[in-house]
């Protein structure tokens, strides 16, 4: 009997002994599963921000600041980083939650209930691991990666290789300019050899020494208005492939050009003549204009939008003036904070009361002046805004109904603008010409050509008419006798508007063709 009570305690005696065993391997466990949830906690934290980091980084341009869009991908995934970050605590919280069971059964030696409590454990662990994968990859680098590598393509500001409108291409033009000013072409191919040739021969031709910058920047702007893009009496050679009219040796050789034509072309003049010049693009990718410096300031000038009138209604710009219509990275691109050599700035007048703005408006056209600034010497207000307003819309009712035949304009661009000098307002206004391009340099034969045909395919109903525009004197035998219409005087003009409504808007496609 001794020795049975003797037996049974020795095996109570090693029971025991093995519990503590397993209760110490189980609390190990359990302390290196809560160790191991809070690293990954931690590491995944970091991995948040290394990944939020990468993506700042790689959608920064040159200014140090996002592109819109990538200001809107990087927000979308530092969203889906935090909402992943609220599952790994979620789940963090559950791992910690479920160890305290586990440590709470220890005591009470349900060895069982503790191994299946670690076995969930590891297998909840190992499906939080997946849905971090999954969330991580596809929701976040997946989708950021493939918008960065869009970005770098195209949207990150830079100056050169951008794509306009999907097709047209901002080239650098520095070779052709350094050679020309250094006189070593060595390093310039055929085409551009030829290029800078036919560049140097018209700089010759409108400029000289004793100019200022600013008085060659604007006889280069006179001659491309009035040569590019229009026939002046020669035969204008059809260029031979769409790439020709973006760039300077299509422009120059073929005088025919698209806005980047333009832009690149009037670049590689200014800066052959040792004047800072760069091509500006829009935001939205369907422009290009230029800034050149005159003075220690930059001025925005878009000579493809003044190409048809030569008005100077987009030259010289300040930034208050091109925002108007367009917007651009202005992180990036230098700032025009001036009117100095503004050509509306120049033709300025001041009004004390806004009763006399007509007046002064009266006196602008009839002085042949399309684009001018008032400055208002009282107080801008919505009153003020409101009658200058009802006043020009007025105007220009009656200007396009062709009441006021000595009138031949119509409004392009009014509203105010920052005056850079004073700090104060000052409202822009500039003016189109009605039925001067195409219809002037026509013979009266031409003309009365023109008009029988248009009459037969349009009819002889249509609203907008030039009067006057053929003499008096007609030879006998010449006039048009097939209709028997008494309005045989009357042609249909070009009134060349833009399609805003005040505010200077242009659409697309306006900017783009």
Same mark, same amino acid.
């Given at each position: 009997m001794a020795k049975r009570n003797t037996g049974k305690k020795k095996n109570n005696n090693k029971a025991k002994a093995n519990n503590r065993q397993s209760e110490q391997n189980i609390k190990k466990i359990i302390n290196q599963e809560e160790s191991d949830t809070n690293n990954q906690s931690e590491d995944f934290n970091q991995a948040v921000k290394e990944d939020t980091a990468d993506v700042n980084n790689k959608t920064t341009g040159k200014n140090g600041k996002l592109s819109t869009t990538s200001k809107q991908i990087s927000k979308q995934d530092s969203k889906a980083m935090n909402q992943i970050a609220k599952i790994a605590k979620k789940i963090a919280r559950g791992i910690k939650g479920l160890l305290?069971?586990? /440590?709470?059964?220890?005591?009470?030696?349900?060895?069982p209930i503790l191994l299946g409590i670690i076995v969930g454990i590891l297998s909840f662990c190992v499906v939080?691991?997946?849905?971090?994968?999954? /969330?991580?990859?596809?929701?976040?680098?997946?989708?950021?990666?493939?918008?960065?590598?869009?970005?770098?393509?195209?949207?990150?500001?830079k100056e050169n290789d951008v794509i306009i409108s999907e097709r047209y291409k901002i080239k650098d033009t520095t070779d052709i300019s350094d050679a020309y000013k250094t006189g070593n072409t060595k390093g310039l191919d055929k085409k551009q050899k030829e290029v800078m040739n036919l560049a140097a021969d018209i700089i010759k031709s409108v400029t000289d020494e004793k100019m200022s910058d600013y008085e060659k920047e604007k006889a280069i702007y006179d001659w491309m208005c009035e040569n590019i893009g229009e026939d002046k009496g020669m035969l204008t050679v059809v260029p031979?492939?769409?790439?020709?009219?973006?760039?300077?040796?299509?422009t120059l050789k073929f005088r025919q050009a698209v806005c980047v034509g333009y832009a690149t072309t009037f670049r590689l003049f200014m800066n052959m003549m040792g004047i800072d010049c760069m091509v500006v693009h829009n935001t939205d990718l369907f422009h290009s204009w230029n800034l050149v410096k005159l003075d220690?300031?930059?001025?925005?000038?878009?000579?493809?939008?003044d190409s048809e009138t030569g008005d100077y209604s987009h030259f010289n710009m300040s930034d208050s003036m091109r925002c108007a219509d367009l917007e651009w990275d202005t992180g990036y691109f230098p700032a025009a904070d001036s009117l100095k050599y503004n050509m509306a700035y120049r033709n300025m007048e001041e009004v004390e009361n806004v009763y006399e703005m007509p007046d002064i408006i009266r006196k602008e056209m009839n002085d042949g002046i399309t684009s001018f600034c008032?400055?208002?010497?009282?107080?801008?207000?919505?009153?003020?805004?409101?009658?200058?307003?009802?006043?020009i819309t007025s105007l220009d009712d009656a200007l396009i109904s062709g009441n006021l035949e000595d009138l031949p304009y119509s409004f392009n661009t009014y509203s105010w603008i920052r005056d850079e000098e004073t700090g104060g307002y000052l409202y822009w206004i500039t003016l189109n010409k009605n039925g001067v391009d195409g219809v002037a340099n026509l013979t009266d034969k031409q003309k009365r050509e023109l008009q029988k045909a248009v009459d037969k395919a349009f009819g002889d109903k249509l609203s907008v008419y030039i009067s006057d525009e053929i003499s008096e004197e007609v030879p006998e035998g010449d006039m048009n006798d097939s209709t028997g219409d008494e309005n045989q005087n009357a042609l249909i003009g070009d009134y060349n508007q833009n399609d805003n409504q005040g505010d200077g808007q242009h659409g697309d496609d306006y900017y783009a063709n």
């Open positions: 305290k069971v586990a /440590k709470s059964q220890i005591n009470k030696k349900n060895i939080a691991a997946t849905i971090f994968s999954v /969330k991580t990859y596809k929701a976040v680098s997946y989708m950021a990666q493939k918008q960065i590598e869009e970005d770098e393509a195209n949207i990150i500001t031979t492939s769409s790439k020709d009219s973006d760039n300077p040796y299509g220690g300031h930059w001025y925005h000038t878009d000579v493809y939008t008032i400055r208002y010497k009282g107080k801008v207000d919505n009153e003020v805004d409101g009658i200058i307003r009802a006043m």
